[in-house]
Nanobody, 115 residues
Framework: QVQLVESGGGLVQPGGSLRLSCAAS????????MYWYRQAPGKERELVGV????????NYADAVKGRFTISRDNGKNLVYLQMNSLKPEDTAVYRC????????WGQGTQVTVSS
């Protein structure tokens, strides 16, 4: 069955960095674009960014452009979210999404940016 498992979240000070990982299984990972979303308390879920199948194209929300980078390793079925220059407003649960058979979500990983 399709599974997506995120890791790498935690508490970080403003200006710090974190790298999130999403391990995928149960589908042909290299055939699908992959997405990162986030949801902050009391707010709507928002798209952070997307990476195409080969990693040749990425696109990001304006709020994270220039600070976040999505990459993938198709040999390991992993997609990453490198987050730099973190701000308190980046605090959220981050989840990866695969548009497989109507869509699958990971369980999410908490990122808290606070001093």
């Amino acid at each position: 069955q399709v599974q997506l498992v995120e890791s790498g979240g935690g508490l970080v000070q403003p200006g710090g960095s974190l790298r999130l990982s999403c391990a995928a299984s149960g589908f042909s990972f290299s055939n699908y674009d992959m997405y990162w979303y986030r949801q902050a308390p009391g707010k709507e879920r928002e798209l952070v960014g997307v990476i195409t199948t080969t990693g040749g194209f990425t696109n990001y929300a304006d709020a994270v452009k220039g600070r976040f980078t999505i990459s993938r390793d198709n040999g390991k079925n992993l997609v990453y979210l490198q987050m730099n220059s973190l701000k308190p407003e980046d605090t959220a649960v981050y989840r990866c999404y695969a548009p497989v058979l109507g869509g699958y979500w990971g369980q999410g990983t908490q990122v808290t940016v606070s001093s």
